[in-house]
């Protein structure tokens, strides 16, 4: 009976103690979120892009481009993937607000931070340890950077580590896995994280070979099955639509996705650029991510110096991993997969791709470094015990990072962007609803005119530019100065070949921003002739 009282109040102290630990650990996120945040649109377009889908899904057109007006309806679309839009979707039935779409992505950033210290707690890490490695993830510059964007990384971020929570939840309860709750919830959160970011094939591949060094057959096979049901229904979606695949698997022989004219690569030259953004990704992007403190020419060859400073936190990182119990395989697989599929796209990353990896990477680092520093007072013959709280020392180096964050994030928009902006909402007030807009950045230009937007070709060819335009049915095209070699290069081109097809009708100076009538009419005879 005094067993059983003891067992109870050590169950209730340890409560207690996470009670403590997740409360700091919401408080000081709600602290720097909010020290940090960016109410504004971002300006990469592809947060534009989301919140359309979206709004396309929750006024019930489904997962279409409702920037396009025909007589069809609203085509729909594959763009991006429907997982992150669909999430937004129940947001955006509520409310058309920015702001309540960037707090859903700082919730998720949260729950994942919560997820991983109770996933650390269960596989027998000291809470003092899971706290700090959590202030860790939460202080971290890039994860807080994405954190007030509308764009997919926290919801990619918490349904991995949520999936893998749960695959530990259903390994725990010694259930039959099929009679388990638990594995329900962690096929639903895998297929959901394929669905945010085709990047999460490399999640499923890592859960497969986890349950495949521990020969268990059954769900291996339940796995693989229960992610193919998953992903079967939108994959007909699309080719009943005739959508074709993934764009993302579309790059990958392509030399520059932002200058086709320059072609696709040979095998040889695939295989080249995978070893050589392999070796970006150690030398300069996880460096730059877990400590972004120094600047990086991610243009410039790697030193010796990032050589060795990569590879001995990635060493450091996998001795963390491998104080996970079993489930250092899901981790290990997990991080050399996601690198493996970063290096066989084309487009330029830098360290953007690995931001859904950098709470394991942290986590993994603190438990490297940890378990390196124990060991060596050891060897050491040091009786003092080396406490975990000590470890807080690492976010120094975060500070100024997430200063400037701050600074950036406060910024007011540039003029370039801001006489951009203010073309749309002159078209928005002055033009039919149903004018068509061309642009470089068409997503961000809906946002402020909400009529119907698209690109131009990018083709130097200036008759096949017109081609192109008419093709489009573009009634008007903005001649911006946002810093993209694409205006210049193709747009620019055209317009001073066919004056007599761009007619100018409106110009914003300090920067000059134009926005040109096009005459499809006019545009047709100079292609009609030979």
Avoid at 427 to 439: F, G, H
Wanted: hydrophobic letters at 45%; glycine letters at 6%; aromatic letters at 14%.
């Amino acid at each position: 009976m005094l067993h059983h009282v003891n067992n109870l109040s050590k169950m209730k102290f340890a409560r207690k103690d996470n009670l403590i630990f997740v409360s700091i650990l919401t408080v000081l996120f709600i602290l720097v979120y909010s020290y940090i945040f960016n109410p504004k649109i971002d300006l990469n377009g592809d947060n534009c892009d989301y919140y359309m889908g979206a709004t396309s899904i929750a006024q019930g057109h489904g997962y279409s481009n409702i920037s396009v007006v025909s007589p069809d309806g609203y085509p729909p679309i594959n763009t991006f993937p429907i997982g992150y839009p669909l999430i937004m979707a129940t947001v955006r039935v509520f409310t058309d607000s920015i702001l309540a779409q960037k707090l859903l992505n700082g919730i998720f950033y949260i729950l994942s931070v919560i997820f991983l210290y109770f996933l650390m707690v269960k596989l027998s890490i000291s809470k003092v340890l899971a706290f700090i490695i959590g202030v860790l993830i939460i202080m971290n510059e890039r994860l807080l950077h994405f954190s007030t964007m509308m764009m997919s990384e926290m919801s990619f971020l918490f349904t991995s580590v949520s999936a893998i929570f749960y695959i530990y939840k259903m390994q725990e309860s010694k259930k039959f896995f099929l009679k388990s709750v638990w594995f329900y919830w962690s096929l639903v959160a895998i297929v959901l994280n394929y669905h945010i970011r085709t990047q999460g094939i490399t999640l499923i591949a890592a859960v497969i070979l986890f349950f495949i060094i521990k020969r268990d057959w059954r769900k291996t096979l339940g796995y693989i099955i229960g992610f193919g049901i998953g992903c079967v229904p939108y994959m007909l979606r699309n080719k009943i639509q005739g959508l074709g695949q993934s764009r993302y698997l579309d790059t990958i022989a392509i030399a520059n996705p932002w200058r086709p004219e320059e072609g696709s690569l040979t095998f040889g030259e695939v295989i080249k650029r995978f070893f050589e953004t392999l070796g970006m990704l150690i030398s300069k992007a996880t460096p730059n991510s877990i400590f972004p403190f120094k600047d990086v020419d991610y243009n410039a060859p790697a030193t010796v110096e990032m050589w060795a400073i990569g590879i001995g936190l990635i060493a450091i990182i996998i001795i963390g991993y491998c104080k996970l119990k079993d489930y250092k395989w899901i981790f290990i697989f997990y991080s050399i997969f996601t690198f493996g599929i970063i290096s066989i796209f084309s487009t330029p990353s830098g360290n953007r791709y690995i931001t859904t990896v950098l709470p394991i990477f942290t986590m993994g680092l603190g438990l490297g470094i940890y378990s390196i520093i124990i060991f060596l007072c050891e060897k050491a013959k040091i009786t003092t015990k080396f406490a975990p709280y000590c470890l807080i020392l690492l976010i120094i180096p975060a500070i100024k990072p997430i200063h400037t964050l701050k600074a950036v994030n406060r910024q007011p928009f540039p003029p370039n962007y801001v006489n951009f902006f203010e073309i749309g909402n002159q078209i928005r007030k002055q033009l039919p609803p149903t004018t068509k807009v061309a642009s470089r950045k068409p997503s961000l230009l809906y946002m402020y005119s909400r009529t119907p937007v698209c690109g131009y070709p990018y083709t130097k060819d200036t008759k096949a530019f017109l081609a192109g335009l008419l093709k489009s049915k573009a009634d008007y095209v903005i001649l911006d100065q946002l810093g993209y070699s694409s205006s210049s290069l193709y747009l620019l081109p055209a317009i001073q070949a066919y004056p007599e097809v761009f007619k100018l009708v409106g110009h914003l100076p300090n920067p000059d921003t134009y926005l040109f009538y096009i005459d499809r009419a006019k545009a047709q005879e100079i292609i009609d002739k030979k």
